[in-house]
């Protein structure tokens, strides 16, 4: 009994055999159950007889493969990530999908408690290093402050009236390396108020945009919570993810054409790293390239189609 008469008895056998690709893995659909198509038998042309024509999915799949064959190999390539036109429109087997990426992006959280006075800039707005991103209402720090300042001051005082009593010989050595002490701990307080109030503002680590607020002016923020996204304009970088058999030809240093579809712009860029990683199920790994230009006119998320150098050659 084949597969398909066995199917036929279950009563999930429709009379019509869907081939797919999951992974990577050529997959029959068969009723709503799926089967490798190595345990179907050639039998021919006709798909409702039971027929599982297994593709290379790294080979044909355009030019000299018609009808479903040929839908089956573009769908295994696609499962890779990988794109049969390069940017020039021609068909490259070392094509990608490529996503413009930063190295700086964050999310900016509250280092003290205090309420949010104001967030100077929207989503969308672009800022320069250094730039106020949010203000805190710091008046009880600044209070706490000037009494750990006159704290500090009478510390101060003490410990020079005891250091020249001591010379009187009118009082003990202990007597002065206490008042010292005391006023060395008063200079450790009004140091760590000053970071409090160092944190009343957070400003711009590097140059870039808002992406969104995290929260609304006029909250009460505690340590911890998130505020503000924002990503950096420069630093720019390009991700692609391609199969891991690209790793017995792929170096770092080789070089990238890319096509970005959003601002209709061709970059060049060279392999700066390769993922350490190997994804085990799709059989893909990452790869990270750097731009041999300044990337202006770029922004983090754009994509594209990227072929590597020597294409021929591989």
């Known amino acids: 009994m084949t597969i398909a008469d066995f199917l036929k008895s279950r009563g999930t056998y429709g009379g019509k055999i869907r081939r797919v690709f999951l992974q990577g893995i050529q997959i029959a659909m068969v009723g709503g159950v799926m089967l490798p198509t190595i345990a179907f038998a050639q039998q021919g042309p006709a798909v409702p007889n039971g027929t599982a024509v297994l593709?290379?999915?790294?080979?044909?799949?355009?030019?000299?493969?018609?009808?479903?064959?040929?839908?089956?190999?573009?769908?295994?390539?696609?499962?890779?990530?990988?794109?049969?036109?390069?940017?020039?429109?021609a068909d490259n087997w070392t094509a990608a999908r490529v996503l413009v990426a930063t190295r700086s992006r964050a999310v900016l959280s509250a280092e003290i408690s205090a309420r949010?006075?104001?967030?100077?800039?929207?989503?969308?707005?672009?800022?320069?290093?250094?730039?106020?991103?949010?203000?805190?209402?710091?008046?009880?720090?600044?209070?706490?402050?000037?009494?750990?300042?006159?704290?500090?001051?009478?510390?101060?005082?003490?410990?020079?009236?005891?250091?020249?009593?001591?010379?009187?010989?009118?009082?003990?050595?202990?007597d002065v390396v206490m008042a010292q002490a005391a006023m060395e701990s008063a200079k450790a307080q009004l140091q760590l108020q000053d970071v409090y109030l160092n944190r009343c503002k957070i400003v711009a680590p590097y140059a870039g945009a808002?992406?969104?607020?995290?929260?609304?002016?006029?909250?009460?923020?505690?340590?911890g919570d998130q505020l503000i996204d924002i990503v950096g304009s420069g630093d720019l970088e390009l991700e692609l993810i391609v199969p891991s058999q690209w790793l017995g030809w792929?170096?770092?240093?080789?070089?990238?054409s890319a096509h970005i579809e959003e601002n209709d712009a061709d970059i060049r860029a060279k392999v700066a790293r390769i993922g350490a990683r190997i994804d085990p199920v799709?059989?893909?790994?990452?790869?990270?390239?750097?731009?041999?230009?300044?990337?202006?006119?770029?922004?983090?998320?754009?994509?594209?189609r990227a072929v590597m150098d020597d294409a021929s050659a591989h």
């Not at 808002?210 to 340590?223: I, Y």
């Open 55 to 89: 593709v290379n999915p790294y080979r044909g799949g355009g030019e000299g493969q018609t009808g479903f064959e040929g839908q089956v190999a573009k769908g295994a390539r696609d499962s890779y990530g990988t794109d049969q036109s390069s940017p020039d429109g």
């Open 116 to 174: 949010i006075a104001e967030m100077p800039k929207r989503p969308g707005t672009r800022f320069a290093k250094g730039d106020v991103l949010v203000v805190f209402d710091c008046a009880a720090y600044r209070a706490q402050r000037a009494a750990v300042a006159a704290d500090l001051r009478q510390a101060e005082a003490r410990y020079k009236a005891q250091k020249r009593l001591a010379e009187l010989r009118t009082i003990g050595e202990l």
């Open 210 to 223: 808002v992406v969104d607020w995290q929260s609304q002016p006029f909250q009460t923020a505690t340590p």
């Open 250 to 256: 792929l170096k770092v240093g080789q070089g990238v």
């Open 282 to 304: 799709s059989q893909t790994v990452k790869i990270y390239a750097t731009l041999n230009e300044d990337g202006k006119g770029l922004l983090p998320g754009m994509s594209g």
